[in-house]
């Protein structure tokens, strides 16, 4: 089971990849700045219980963290500390973050922080290979006991077989997907499967989780709704386990 914790909401666009993301094109009908960061209502959902008590995200839940803004976006540092005292206190939900600022991983953390929560998983996103070999080197280097690595929206093909060379015994996955909406730019499937054999390669988990909308397939583009990216990524049967 999962849930969604968007502790805060609202982000600066970082680089090519933020270009047409989701939560400006949302705001967007709705007339709300998205550069505006701010606390959410949600902000202490780990931390809610219900009327006998208990708390209202049952123990066990994968929490998606932080999905309409970077956890470590610059406006939210003091919030963070908060978030991470819930984290803490919450060792039996395991968080899920994605992030494109790798290099403001150390502000605010917590000082028990030590080699890593046991809970927290992180995922560096990277759409390119300019922004691959920017992050990971700083990425890959950060005390994080679970770390992944996401190509979304993937924008080209990206080489990563230094870093899965050097660190792949802690690098847990790779994920890789295509952009949606109606400005999405193409996927094309000769990129997905380029990854998905580096990591064979160096034996490191692969999952294709979305074509996006506009899917290139030996040549020819498909435009595939949104509630077929998914279904259409897992039909193509390239995912991989690492070997044990």
Not at 52 to 66: A, I, R
Not at 86 to 98: G, K, Q, V
Not at 140 to 154: A, D
Not at 210 to 220: C, D, M, P, S, V
Request: proline fraction near 4%; charge should be positive.
């Amino acid at each position: 089971m999962s849930v969604m914790w968007n502790c805060w909401h609202g982000c600066t666009k970082l680089s090519a990849g933020c270009l047409n993301c989701y939560m400006y094109r949302r705001d967007a009908m709705y007339g709300k700045d998205s550069t505006v960061a701010a606390k959410t209502s949600a902000f202490r959902l780990p931390l809610r219980r219900n009327r006998q008590g208990q708390y209202k995200v049952p123990s066990g839940e994968l929490v998606y963290t932080c999905f309409t803004s970077d956890f470590f976006l610059e406006e939210a540092d003091e919030w963070r500390k908060e978030a991470w005292e819930m984290i803490r206190l919450r060792s039996d939900l395991t968080f899920f973050i994605i992030t494109k600022r790798p290099d403001r991983f150390y502000v605010s953390l917590p000082k028990d922080w030590g080699d890593g929560y046991d809970n927290v998983c992180i995922s560096c996103t990277c759409e390119s290979q300019y922004t691959a070999d920017l992050r990971l080197p700083i990425f890959l280097e950060l005390p994080i006991k679970h770390k992944s690595i996401t190509h979304e929206p993937m924008l080209q093909k990206i080489n990563i077989r230094k870093y899965l060379r050097e660190y792949g015994s802690q690098i847990e996955s790779v994920s890789c997907g295509g952009e949606s909406g109606p400005d999405a730019r193409p996927c094309d499937y000769a990129w997905v499967l380029d990854t998905m054999l580096q990591c064979v390669e160096y034996n490191v988990s692969f999952f294709f989780h979305q074509t996006g909308a506009n899917f290139i397939r030996a040549g020819r583009l498909y435009h595939i709704e949104r509630k077929d990216q998914h279904l259409q990524a897992a039909k193509a049967g390239i995912d991989f386990t690492r070997a044990v």
